[in-house]
């Protein structure tokens, strides 16, 4: 038995909890959401209506607004934590970790500001306290499908083999598969590339373009993706497993992906503050655009899928001009 502690109660944190409850491994389970609201609804309906609806959660999953009693015991911290809040979240919990704790990110995105992944975050703020020993999970995972059981596979990145190894152990379940990978910096930067394509795949069907279009501009953005993620010390073979080339198709062609609605509306001439007027849940590539374009004017490295999502999300290019611009460019070898 295991006790694992999930920050977050939104869907992916929600699917987490019933997955680890339901491991069969006998884990005891606490789920913190920051909204006692919220918090109490879970308890008393134990259902997530507001972002995960439909999905039962065990009773055994203590659901909890205090962080201390989330906290308590815990031997394994899995963080599922929108990245505009992370920083503020994790100097919450502060007072309440330890060092024995193994925290894992499942947060994909980076740090407006500072450009850090998420876990440097988590490095940073427990610092003065402790050198916290921090793994990435991240991966193709719709929090409805992987609740409802459906075979899931993803990755857990950790520099430390022996710790890597004991919490795939630990948190893999029935349907629920994790591989593993030392690249912590490849699959950090793959999760929050990859949302920022997806609103430029989401555009094409929302201005009627098929196929042909999306299947181009996918992988040209996995292209863009692996160009910036090498450049900051990723490695390529990341990007053509499950956190790259995974996670990419996914979010640029499943129904239930946040950021491909956002290309959807967009590509339909809906203006982005109405869109994100009328969504509950956030969509981590419109925070992610700026950071991952200003990395990669850094860099030099060539990143046209991303200019045109910026523009696009700035108001100064519509959808339909920056997807004719992207497969408008010269003409040149692949």
Not at 13 to 28: D, F, P
Not at 248 to 262: A, D, E, I, K, M
Not at 293 to 310: D, F, H, K, N, S
Request: hydrophobic content about 40%; proline content about 4%; overall charge neutral.
């Amino acid at each position: 038995m295991t006790r694992i502690a999930i920050l977050g109660g939104g869907s992916w944190g929600t699917a987490l909890a019933i997955l680890e409850a339901g491991s069969g491994k006998g884990h005891e389970v606490r789920l913190w959401a920051r909204d006692e609201k919220l918090a109490e609804e879970i308890r008393r309906e134990r259902e997530n209506k507001t972002y995960l609806p439909g999905y039962r959660v065990p009773e055994e999953v203590l659901v909890t607004s205090k962080e201390g009693e989330a906290l308590a015991g815990a031997e394994i911290v899995l963080c599922a934590i929108p990245s505009t809040h992370a920083r503020s979240v994790y100097t919450r919990m502060r007072e309440h970790v330890r060092p024995e704790m193994a925290f894992v990110s499942a947060t994909k995105g980076l740090e407006l500001r500072t450009h850090a992944r998420m876990s440097e975050v988590i490095e940073q703020v427990f610092a003065p306290r402790f050198a916290p020993r921090v793994a990435v999970l991240s991966g193709p995972s719709f929090a409805s499908e992987a609740a409802r059981g459906d075979p899931t596979a993803v990755v857990l990145a950790c520099r430390d083999a022996d710790l890597s190894a004991r919490l795939q152990e630990r948190l893999s379940g029935p349907s629920f598969r994790l591989y593993t990978n030392e690249d912590v910096k490849g699959v950090e930067y793959a999760g929050a590339m990859k949302n920022v394509i997806a609103i430029a795949a989401g555009a094409c069907p929302g201005m009627g373009l098929g196929s042909n279009t999306l299947a181009a501009l996918i992988t040209r953005g996995l292209a863009e993706m692996t160009r910036l993620a090498v450049a900051l010390g990723g490695a390529a073979e990341t990007l053509r497993g499950l956190a790259g080339l995974g996670d990419l198709v996914l979010t640029c062609t499943g129904g239930p992906s946040r950021n491909r609605h956002v290309g959807i509306e967009l590509g339909k001439g809906r203006a982005l503050g109405e869109i994100l007027a009328g969504m509950r849940m956030v969509a981590e590539g419109i925070h992610s655009t700026d950071a991952v374009r200003e990395m990669g004017i850094a860099l030099g490295v060539e990143m046209p899928v991303t200019e045109q999502v910026y523009d696009t999300l700035h108001g100064k290019t519509p959808a339909r001009e920056a997807i004719r611009a992207i497969l408008e460019r010269p003409l040149k070898r692949e």
